[in-house]
């Protein structure tokens, strides 16, 4: 599995938070639309109006961006820790594949394949 990009994987939260922010905003704007979204406002100190709708979006944005971050940032710490645990478990197969064989020179990278094989199933 490949890692997260972390800034990336934050800036995609934070513009899909924004524009639900805003779409939500807009349709209980202009069509008065019931969504919630102008109680929210309300709590943040801000009035369902579109400078209060940007500012919120912002703030949605900042918000999701930094759980993003977090995510990816988690997300790629037990991706690291899962690899070492499989590199260690192919090492150990492949140490006894060696041994079995009854420990030639020269079979490390076949006898590593045959651990991979059998340790990642293909």
Same mark, same amino acid.
């Given at each position: 599995?490949?890692? $997260? +990009?972390? &800034? #990336?994987?934050?800036?995609?939260?934070?513009?899909?938070?924004?524009?639900? @922010? $805003? $779409?939500?905003?807009? $349709?209980?704007?202009?069509?008065?639309?019931?969504?919630?979204? +102008?109680?929210?406002?309300?709590?943040? %100190? /801000?009035?369902?109006?579109?400078?209060?709708?940007?500012?919120?979006?912002v703030w949605?944005?900042?918000?999701?961006?930094?759980?993003? /971050?977090? @995510?990816?940032?988690?997300?790629?710490? @037990?991706?690291?820790?899962?690899?070492? +645990?499989?590199?260690?478990?192919?090492?150990?197969?492949?140490?006894?594949?060696?041994?079995?064989? %009854?420990?030639?020179?020269? #079979? #490390?990278?076949? +006898?590593?394949?045959?651990?991979? &094989? &059998?340790? &990642? %199933?293909?």
């Open positions: 599995m490949a890692k $997260l +990009d972390i &800034r #990336s994987f934050g800036l995609a939260w934070g513009i899909v938070a924004a524009g639900f @922010i $805003l $779409l939500l905003g807009a $349709l209980n704007i202009f069509f008065y639309w019931e969504t919630g979204l +102008d109680k929210v406002m309300a709590v943040m %100190g /801000c009035r369902a109006t579109a400078f209060g709708l940007v500012l919120n979006a949605g944005f900042a918000y999701a961006f930094i759980f993003g /971050c977090a @995510i990816a940032w988690l997300y790629n710490r @037990i991706l690291d820790e899962s690899r070492a +645990d499989i590199e260690k478990r192919i090492k150990e197969v492949a140490t006894s594949i060696w041994e079995s064989k %009854g420990k030639p020179e020269g #079979s #490390s990278a076949e +006898d590593w394949k045959e651990a991979e &094989r &059998r340790v &990642r %199933g293909f």
